[in-house]
């Protein structure tokens, strides 16, 4: 959804009838229109999910939510990724992509990115755990089991770039030969009105 | 109560956390050759805590006061120069940022950037690989 210049907002009102506002010479059409849904969910807008190298599919878009911590004020922005860690391998990594900001860190607050596996050998269905050591992986026998080895989400500097590049990874490994999918939903802090710009890899 | 005495960042005021460096903090008095050096250490995290910044000798004049941060120079280590930062007649005042200066090269294009992202992942995994050997499946 295009974000209009206006920060005129309308909550559960069809978009495609024009209402006229006391104080306003706005139409819907030039309005950032939010379901109730969208609203209560913090989204800012449609979330859009590129293709990248690995054929993982990743995104980032930014969040109604704002913070003031201590006199800093700070925007908020959910980074999605979904993608496989396939063939069955003892190491995985997955580059997601980069956020760099125009200045200042970045602070993820939240964590909801969660591991699916296949466990129609086991007890059946798939299995769905957080994104950790100890969430459930599977492999050719299709029997799923918690994975002892490490599992995160790495933030990293590349040497030669600025602090404010930060490249996105997905790192998984263990003594054994596993697969899984990866749902990666993560939110971050940045300073208030400074520029987000994520490069899929 | 420890507080930040200096936070390490580049131009923009983004605090250089993974900064492998070391700092000093050094006073000169009126009338002596050398600054004496009076805080010494290794950047944490990006910052140097600590109470407070030694108090100046009384019974002498401050010339100034330096905060020296040296950048140590290894191929995985931040772009950022060393600095020296003076304080004419005073010590310095809590908090101060560095202003690193950068002295790595901006990546202009989207391909420069999937590229960096690439060979870093390439060598993670070879290093992860140390650990956790590939198995025939």
Known sequence: MAVPSSNEQFVGINPSVDLVERSSKLI?????????????????????????????LAGVSKLAAT?????????????????????EATAHVVAI???????????????RSNIEAVDFGGFGGYTNNPLNFGAMVDDATEVARPLTGIFYINQENIPTFPIEFNAMYIVAADAANFECDVYVDMDFIVQKGTTVEFTIA | MEETLIKVTDVKGTVLKPI??????????????????????????????????????????????????DVKDKPKNLPYASKTLKFIGK????????????????????????LAMAEKKEALIKELQKIYPPKES
Request: aromatic share 10%.
């Open chain 1, 67 to 87: 913070y003031n911590l201590g006199g800093v004020e700070y925007d908020s922005y959910n980074l999605k990724c979904v993608t496989s860690l396939t063939p």
């Open chain 2, 91 to 114: 010590v310095p005042p809590k908090g101060v940022p560095t202003d690193l200066p950068f002295t790595g090269k901006m990546p202009k294009t989207k391909e420069e950037k999937k």
């Open chain 1, 97 to 111: 992509g980069s956020i760099e900001v125009g200045a200042g860190n970045i602070f993820f607050i939240s964590n």
């Open chain 1, 28 to 56: 819907n059409s030039q309005r950032q229109i939010y379901t109730y849904e969208e609203l209560m969910s913090g989204t800012f807008g449609a979330t859009t999910l590129d293709v990248g190298t690995q054929a993982q």
């Open chain 2, 20 to 69: 492998d460096a070391t700092f000093k903090v050094e006073y000169k008095y009126e009338g002596e050759a050398a600054p004496e050096e009076v805080l010494v250490g290794d950047v944490k995290k990006g910052e140097v805590k600590g109470d407070d910044f030694p108090a100046p000798d009384a019974t002498k004049d401050l010339e100034y006061s330096e905060i020296v941060i």
